[in-house]
């Protein structure tokens, strides 16, 4: 006798990669709240340090088949800490670090996954 057992490996299958990507999100959270700037408090006496202690990372959800998260800085200058004072003449010291984390997280999203689904 044959048991069909099809959805049983699916559903496991899920779940390990469910796993793996919360591994990659947790690695691109941690990176991201790392490289986020902090100004000493000599140079900047209002540096508190807000930018790193708000980046968070989303649920992971499934939308069109795929597992999908986010790491989010929700302050309002982590767009000009990110990309640079935009269309105001001014130029200064910016330093990005969600792209970074970005860019940092996909060359080991692959190896973070097969070691979730496969045990590799």
Sequence with gaps: MVVDRTNEVRAEMRRRAMSGVRIAQAQFLKTAIELAPK???VEHP???GTMKSRIYGS??????G????RVVN?????????????GSGKQWRFTPHIRPARDFIKKQFRGIIERAVYGK
């Design 46 to 48: 209002y540096a508190t």
């Design 59 to 64: 649920e992971v959800v499934e939308s069109d």
């Design 66 to 69: 795929e597992l999908k998260c």
């Design 74 to 86: 929700p302050m309002t200058y982590a767009v000009y800490q990110e990309f640079g004072p935009m």
């Design 39 to 41: 100004p000493e408090p």
